[in-house]
């Protein structure tokens, strides 16, 4: 399956996306009801976002004579991927990476450091020969 | 100063040196504990943690539940506010003893006023630590609630496993992300461990375990929670260094102690080291948060795994700023001008010396000032100066502006009349500039005070006479003062017929207050003054009902009035405004003077 450049999705194309993901392909008129229940627009709304977010490589279009079907371009599990990661982006720059609780400390070994500490486990593993 | 920030400002100071005592007693115990485990000392610093964390708030509550200290008065008012608070109950006695030393040390009035700015700088700073921290909260918390969704990765059964042995009783996630370079733990509920795919695909299974145990201990012994708990401390006790060095040896204590627990399950320390190793050098190169410092702990965990000696580095907290907060919490309490002389001779003045026969202090918008005298004092009539005053007396007076105080003490002993000048409690040598102050402020003070009135009386009257004392009664600035002046005015009896009246026109148009006017026509009612209109043209001047009535039937009852003085008696109690007293008044006056001249016309007395 052909990978685009995922931009990351807004809200609103996320509860597209959503859709699709249950759904399978479906038309414009198709995805436009099953969003009205939560979130009520006009029709040219959803049209208009479904043709943002094809341009975006979102959603992938399949013409089928006059009827237009659309499908998610990337499975679910890889867009929510995708949003996890950029969430690990913004949460590391900042104070965020001080709540967390990690492997390895913040503050980095120098090389000379690291140098050392192979030295040591060189000498180490000579030992237990 | 409102009170809170009062006791907010004291506990800010204390904690300096409280922080510093916890700081050392925690540095002596983890060196002695040195070769014990890790475990241990883990425990050992997160109490010291908490008990810094207590102590502002025992020193609050300790202070709060005693009377405050005096903010501002005299000399003598210290002295016995102190042994008030030296009787009232004290529960800590080094706290208490404390306070008390500074309380006696009048410069604790001047570190005072800065309280309003400390604790006002105190509270941005921790409001800021902590919106900050609540920013990088909100970006975990969606990162924690995304990474939930997010299908396990193959390293979700070992990792269970694990958790099994390690007795863990919630699931614990394990997600393999792109963008992470360290394996971290997110969430203190349903905990998610993120791996990051490229380092973990470079190592062998089995030192991927020894990692995974390695946060798994963190799960199980809620380091995520502690960790949290540790900002907020950072954040509210964020000005003394020995917080922060206290959360850093919790933090590298917590990694030893995981550290053991993951070589414990998994067995092979060489492994282990080497992939923390690994980890390390396999971090991204492109900093993300400015990490260029470097000096890390991975040297001395790898030591410690690998069971070698570890250099004799001690890990203490940072002598030299500690040293220098305590050092400036002496300096700041303690000063260079706190001569255990000076407060002997502050307790001598008051001792030794007559009791206080006058003293008056006042404080206001601008400032405050007060004076006290021991013995007779006379001033020059300028008031430009002391003029004498008697052996064994003394005067002290003091002013406060915004930011600086003065006081000027004058004390008479064995003929010798000896002055000295305070400027913000540090002493002055006397120059032609402090006479200058004195001769300057002396006649506010002096008038504002009342003091030595009835000197300063029998003074005008020798110089300007009866007009020179009114003169002098204009230029004073409250009724009560107005009072005692017009109160020694009568006393000694050496008031003609005008200079009565005039006195009497005077009184009523200058003094507002009814209780000082009706002290000030007492005394001259005392005097004999009484039997003129003018008498009870004042008396008619007397706003509260009250107040007139009482002098009125006083006047009745003790003195025969003529029937020119009930007419003006009886003009005189129409004026009361409360219909009963006035009923009361007149109606003790028919049964004294039942012959009926109460009916004269209103405007006989002008």
């Given at each position: 399956?052909?990978?685009?450049?995922?931009?990351?999705?807004?809200?609103?194309?996320?509860?597209?996306?959503?859709?699709?993901?249950?759904?399978?392909?479906?038309?414009?008129?198709?995805?436009?009801?099953?969003?009205?229940?939560?979130?009520?627009?006009?029709?040219?709304?959803?049209?208009?976002?479904?043709?943002?977010?094809?341009?975006?490589?979102?959603?992938?279009?399949?013409?089928?004579?006059?009827?237009?079907?659309?499908?998610?371009?990337?499975?679910?599990?890889?867009?929510?991927?995708?949003?996890?990661?950029?969430?690990?982006?913004?949460?590391?720059?900042?104070?965020?990476?001080?709540?967390?609780?990690?492997?390895?400390?913040?503050?980095?070994?120098?090389?000379?450091?690291?140098?050392?500490?192979?030295?040591?486990?060189?000498?180490?593993?000579?030992?237990?020969? | 100063m409102n009170e809170w920030t009062q006791v907010a400002g004291w506990v800010l100071v204390h904690f300096l040196w409280e922080g510093s005592v916890l700081a050392f007693a925690a540095a002596a115990l983890?060196?002695?504990?040195?070769?014990?485990?890790?475990?241990?000392?883990?425990?050992i610093?997160c109490t010291s943690l908490a008990a810094m964390l207590a102590a502002p708030l025992a020193t609050a509550f300790v202070l709060a539940s005693r009377p405050a200290p005096p903010s501002f008065v005299s000399v003598s008012a210290f002295v016995g506010a102190d042994r008030a608070a030296a009787t009232s109950a004290g529960s800590r006695e080094v706290l208490r003893d404390a306070q008390e030393t500074l309380g006696r040390k009048v410069g604790a009035v001047t570190l005072e006023r800065y309280f309003p700015v400390v604790v006002s700088v105190w509270l941005v700073g921790v409001a800021?630590l902590l919106?900050?921290?609540?920013?990088?909260?909100?970006?975990?918390?969606?990162?924690?609630?995304?990474?939930?969704?997010?299908?396990?990765?193959?390293?979700?059964?070992?990792?269970?496993?694990?958790?099994?042995?390690?007795?863990?009783?919630?699931?614990?996630?394990?997600?393999?992300?792109?963008?992470?370079?360290?394996?971290?733990?997110?969430?203190?509920?349903?905990?998610?461990?993120?791996?990051?795919?490229?380092?973990?695909?470079?190592?062998?299974?089995?030192?991927?375990?020894?990692?995974?145990?390695?946060?798994?201990?963190?799960?199980?012994?809620?380091?995520?929670?502690?960790?949290?708990?540790?900002?907020v401390a950072e954040a509210a006790l964020f000005y003394h260094p020995a917080i922060w060095w206290i959360s850093?040896?919790?933090?590298?204590?917590?990694?030893?102690?995981?550290?053991?627990?993951?070589?414990?399950?998994?067995?092979?320390?060489?492994?282990?080291?080497?992939?923390?190793?690994?980890?390390?050098?396999?971090?991204?190169?492109?900093?993300?948060?400015?990490?260029?410092?470097?000096?890390?702990?991975?040297?001395?965990?790898?030591?410690?795994?690998?069971?070698?000696?570890?250099?004799?580095?001690?890990?203490?907290p940072s002598w030299a700023l500690t040293l220098a907060i305590v050092a400036l919490f002496a300096l700041v309490v303690g000063g260079p001008q706190r001569s255990p002389t000076l407060l002997a001779q502050a307790r001598s003045t008051v001792a030794d010396a007559?009791p206080p026969?006058?003293k008056a202090g006042w404080d206001d918008v601008t400032g405050g000032g007060s004076i006290t005298?021991t013995?007779?004092?006379?001033?020059?009539?300028?008031?430009?100066?002391?003029?004498?005053?008697?052996?064994?007396?003394s005067?002290t007076i003091r002013t406060r502006r915004l930011l600086s105080s003065r006081r000027v003490e004058?004390h008479?002993?064995?003929?010798?009349?000896?002055?000295k000048l305070y400027v913000n409690d540090v002493e002055q040598?006397?120059?032609?500039?402090?006479?200058?102050?004195?001769?300057?402020?002396?006649?506010?003070?002096?008038?504002?005070?009342?003091?030595?009135?009835?000197?300063?009386?029998?003074?005008?009257?020798?110089?300007?006479?009866?007009?020179?004392?009114?003169?002098?009664?204009?230029?004073?600035?409250?009724?009560?003062?107005?009072?005692?002046?017009?109160?020694?005015?009568?006393?000694?009896?050496?008031?003609?017929?005008?200079?009565?009246?005039?006195?009497?026109?005077?009184?009523?148009?200058?003094?507002?207050?009814?209780?000082?006017?009706?002290?000030?026509?007492?005394?001259?009612?005392?005097?004999?003054?009484?039997?003129?209109?003018?008498?009870?043209?004042?008396?008619?001047?007397?706003?509260?009902?009250?107040?007139?009535?009482?002098?009125?039937?006083?006047?009745?009852?003790?003195?025969?009035?003529?029937?020119?003085?009930?007419?003006?008696?009886?003009?005189?109690?129409?004026?009361?405004?409360?219909?009963?007293?006035?009923?009361?008044?007149?109606?003790?006056?028919?049964?004294?003077?039942?012959?009926?001249?109460?009916?004269?016309?209103?405007?006989?007395?002008?």
């Amino acid at each position: 399956m052909a990978r685009p450049p995922l931009s990351r999705p807004t809200d609103g194309e996320l509860a597209i996306l959503r859709i699709l993901w249950i759904r399978g392909p479906a038309t414009v008129r198709e995805i436009h009801e099953a969003m009205v229940p939560a979130r009520p627009s006009g029709y040219t709304t959803t049209l208009k976002m479904v043709q943002i977010m094809t341009e975006k490589g979102l959603i992938t279009r399949e013409e089928w004579g006059r009827v237009h079907r659309y499908s998610a371009a990337a499975a679910e599990e890889e867009t929510q991927r995708q949003l996890v990661e950029d969430l690990v982006e913004r949460a590391f720059g900042g104070s965020a990476l001080k709540l967390m609780v990690q492997a390895l400390a913040t503050k980095r070994a120098s090389p000379e450091e690291i140098g050392e500490i192979r030295r040591l486990l060189e000498k180490g593993k000579g030992e237990s020969r | 100063m409102n009170e809170w920030t009062q006791v907010a400002g004291w506990v800010l100071v204390h904690f300096l040196w409280e922080g510093s005592v916890l700081a050392f007693a925690a540095a002596a115990l983890l060196r002695f504990c040195r070769d014990g485990s890790a475990n241990l000392r883990y425990v050992i610093a997160c109490t010291s943690l908490a008990a810094m964390l207590a102590a502002p708030l025992a020193t609050a509550f300790v202070l709060a539940s005693r009377p405050a200290p005096p903010s501002f008065v005299s000399v003598s008012a210290f002295v016995g506010a102190d042994r008030a608070a030296a009787t009232s109950a004290g529960s800590r006695e080094v706290l208490r003893d404390a306070q008390e030393t500074l309380g006696r040390k009048v410069g604790a009035v001047t570190l005072e006023r800065y309280f309003p700015v400390v604790v006002s700088v105190w509270l941005v700073g921790v409001a800021a630590l902590l919106l900050h921290s609540l920013h990088g909260w909100y970006h975990i918390h969606r990162l924690h609630r995304a990474a939930l969704t997010l299908a396990p990765s193959s390293w979700q059964q070992p990792s269970d496993c694990l958790a099994r042995r390690l007795a863990l009783r919630s699931p614990v996630r394990v997600v393999e992300l792109k963008s992470i370079d360290v394996p971290t733990v997110v969430g203190w509920m349903r905990p998610v461990i993120l791996l990051p795919v490229a380092a973990i695909a470079q190592l062998p299974a089995s030192q991927i375990e020894a990692v995974l145990a390695h946060e798994l201990a963190h799960i199980r012994r809620h380091d995520y929670l502690v960790n949290l708990l540790q900002r907020v401390a950072e954040a509210a006790l964020f000005y003394h260094p020995a917080i922060w060095w206290i959360s850093a040896r919790v933090r590298d204590e917590r990694e030893h102690c995981c550290d053991d627990v993951a070589i414990a399950l998994c067995g092979d320390r060489d492994g282990y080291a080497a992939a923390l190793t690994e980890l390390e050098q396999l971090r991204t190169t492109t900093a993300r948060i400015g990490l260029a410092a470097t000096g890390g702990q991975l040297l001395s965990r790898i030591r410690r795994i690998l069971q070698l000696s570890p250099p004799d580095r001690f890990q203490g907290p940072s002598w030299a700023l500690t040293l220098a907060i305590v050092a400036l919490f002496a300096l700041v309490v303690g000063g260079p001008q706190r001569s255990p002389t000076l407060l002997a001779q502050a307790r001598s003045t008051v001792a030794d010396a007559l009791p206080p026969s006058f003293k008056a202090g006042w404080d206001d918008v601008t400032g405050g000032g007060s004076i006290t005298s021991t013995g007779t004092v006379v001033f020059t009539p300028d008031l430009r100066d002391l003029k004498s005053i008697a052996d064994g007396g003394s005067l002290t007076i003091r002013t406060r502006r915004l930011l600086s105080s003065r006081r000027v003490e004058i004390h008479a002993s064995n003929g010798a009349v000896d002055r000295k000048l305070y400027v913000n409690d540090v002493e002055q040598p006397w120059t032609q500039e402090s006479a200058q102050w004195l001769a300057d402020e002396l006649p506010f003070l002096v008038r504002r005070s009342g003091i030595a009135a009835g000197e300063r009386v029998e003074q005008l009257l020798l110089s300007g006479g009866v007009n020179g004392v009114l003169d002098e009664i204009t230029l004073l600035y409250t009724d009560s003062v107005r009072s005692r002046y017009f109160r020694a005015l009568f006393e000694t009896g050496r008031l003609d017929a005008i200079e009565l009246d005039t006195s009497f026109k005077l009184a009523a148009n200058v003094i507002t207050s009814s209780m000082e006017l009706a002290r000030a026509l007492r005394a001259a009612h005392t005097a004999g003054f009484w039997d003129h209109d003018g008498f009870f043209y004042a008396a008619s001047r007397i706003t509260s009902s009250m107040e007139k009535s009482h002098l009125l039937t006083e006047v009745l009852h003790t003195s025969d009035l003529t029937p020119a003085r009930q007419v003006a008696f009886a003009t005189a109690t129409r004026t009361i405004e409360s219909s009963a007293a006035r009923a009361a008044v007149l109606e003790a006056f028919a049964l004294r003077y039942p012959s009926g001249n109460a009916t004269a016309a209103p405007d006989a007395v002008r």
